[in-house]
């Protein structure tokens, strides 16, 4: 079938021809063509159906048991190529399954399916070239390893059960890579990694927790990130029922507007749970966009509830269970007290302030006005520079940007917070737009009211600079930065800035 090769004919030689044909395809494909898995497995494709025609073309079939050659020679070059077409095959198959064998483009998920598939790719190529190269009866071979494969199995029943608990887990899909799952026993985490023998967890201690396939299999669980990853929260709150109940879930609804931390479809709600002459007991459900917002959601929704309950003239109901007086007396008690004014009690509340004495305070809150605004107006346009700063007394606004046909939303106000700092003290424009989402109570500030008290005590420009230059750095300042005005403004050039625009004497 096969000639000697001579010196003449290496070309010709069927040999050479097979030799150089696998070397070149295993370096371009197992080398040139790693990084490149779809060009891989064009090139393992290509060289595998040449090396195939090759084979044919020599009258050498490689799935087939042929007659065996008088000389040594060709014996070992005929199961040498078989050998070598073999395992081009399986590269080929692998190469196929690296490729298309992911599941929805996450690698780390489907690595598991993807390894029992290219093992039993490779258990089939050893097979065929036990059967076709060394002509040995396969069946007989599977059936003397059945007790081997017996005494493996008890040995190993525990791995087993692991490795069939995964490939169970990773086809039915209960949750994949990323996902937050809890347990029934309490055990929680988001899933980092899956593998032949177990599940790992981050939880929210960042420690990493490894649970074995097959625990997973038996035990409930539930998927916190499916179908989607948003994430449904709620929290309980208590109001002594002062005013009627309808008129406190306004104010309910008003703080989950005031939140910028939770979704707006769908719709958070706001549901009465109880009603005594104690207390309104009301549970507020809301959505953020993954698990890992519902801790901060929360903080920023009770630091709301705080805020908008006392601008409401509310009270939080004590705890059921709590001791100490009766709520009436508390009541009483509370009416005892001195009353601050409005306006006293807002600069009370704001950092800009803080420097101010009880004598400074007063003055400039006799000077404030309040105004209110309907829902859906719009208190400032961007690019607007105002002259005045605007304390929000009641309600919830909204800051957005005009970016071309974009408008982004840069924020949310709530009572307690304040706008127009930089306009009212170094004359900077708006960069956003400020639009009611309620009916809104705001106290206005104008420049015109804080110039006798930095004439009368000039000092106040240093402290008044101190404070907004740190807002500036901590971003906690008002959406009020037109171009690079105020970033990177230093102490100094704020006092200037103030002193220039009020007409201080330096």
């Given amino acids: 079938m096969l000639d000697n090769p001579t010196w003449s004919g290496v070309l010709a030689d069927p040999v050479v021809q097979a030799g150089t044909l696998a070397v070149v ?57 078989k050998v070598v077409w073999w395992i081009n095959a399986a590269w080929a198959l692998i190469a196929f399954v690296r490729v298309f064998l992911i599941f929805e483009r996450q690698p780390r998920e489907g690595r598991l399916v993807q390894d029992l598939v290219i093992g039993l790719i490779y258990l089939g190529a050893i097979l065929s070239v036990v059967a076709y190269v060394f002509s040995f009866p396969v069946g007989t071979l599977i059936a003397t390893s059945g007790v081997f494969a017996i005494i493996l199995g008890l040995a190993m029943q525990s791995t087993l059960s692991d490795v069939f608990s995964g490939i169970a887990l990773n086809l039915g899909r209960p949750y994949t890579i990323g996902d937050w799952i809890v347990l029934n026993d309490g055990v929680e985490g988001r899933v980092v990694e899956t593998n032949w023998r177990s599940t790992h967890l981050l939880n929210g201690s960042n420690d990493l927790v490894v649970l074995p396939n097959s625990f997973l299999a038996k035990v409930g669980l539930t998927n916190l990130s499916s179908p989607d990853r948003s994430h449904g929260a709620s929290l309980t709150v208590r109001v002594v029922p002062t005013i009627g109940p309808s008129a406190i879930i306004e104010v309910m609804r008003t703080v989950l507007l005031s939140s910028g931390s939770i979704l707006t479809e769908p719709k958070p709600g706001v549901q009465i749970k109880s009603l005594t002459s104690d207390a309104v007991e009301l549970e507020l459900s809301f959505r953020v966009r993954d698990i890992g917002q519902a801790g901060p ?3 920023e929704i ?28 508390l009541q009483s008690e509370e ?27 007063e003055t400039l809150a ?20 105002v002259a005045s700063l605007m304390i929000v007394r009641n309600g919830a606004l909204v800051a957005t940007r005009q970016e071309g046909h974009k408008e982004i939303e840069l924020g949310r106000l709530a009572p307690g917070d304040y706008f127009g700092e930089s306009g009212l003290l170094i004359g900077v424009g708006e960069a956003a737009s400020l639009r009611a989402l309620t009916f809104v109570v705001v106290y206005e500030i104008a420049q015109a ?31 009020a930065t037109e171009g690079a005005a105020l970033n990177g403004g230093s102490v100094g050039s704020l006092v200037t800035r103030i002193r220039h625009l009020f007409k201080v004497p330096q």
């Avoid at 005892?336 to 305070?361: G, Q, V, W």
């Avoid at 006799?366 to 520079?385: F, H, N, P, V």
């Avoid at 009368?456 to 420009?461: L, S, T």
């Fill in 449 to 479: 009211s804080l110039t006798p008290l930095l004439h009368d005590r000039p000092g106040i420009a240093e402290e008044l600079a101190a404070t907004l230059s740190h807002r500036i750095e901590t971003g906690q300042h008002s959406f």
């Fill in 25 to 81: 395809g295993a370096i371009v494909t197992r080398i040139a063509l790693r990084p490149f898995p779809s060009w891989k497995l064009a090139g393992q494709v290509f060289f595998f159906a040449a090396l195939t025609v090759l084979l044919l073309y020599h009258d050498i079939v490689p799935y087939e048991v042929g007659p065996a050659p008088a000389s040594t020679f060709e014996r070992v070059f005929i199961a040498l190529a």
């Fill in 297 to 299: 959601a929360k903080n």
């Fill in 302 to 329: 009770f630091d709301l509830l705080y805020r908008h309950i006392k601008a409401a003239g509310l009270t939080l109901a004590r705890p059921i269970d709590a001791a100490g007086p009766p709520p009436d007396q």
């Fill in 335 to 361: 009416v005892m007290k001195p009353h601050r004014p409005t306006p006293l009690k807002l600069l009370d509340a704001i950092p800009l302030f803080f420097s101010l004495t009880e004598d400074e305070k």
């Fill in 366 to 385: 006799a000077s404030m006005t309040r105004r209110t605004y309907k829902k859906d107006s719009i208190l400032i346009e961007q690019g607007d520079t």
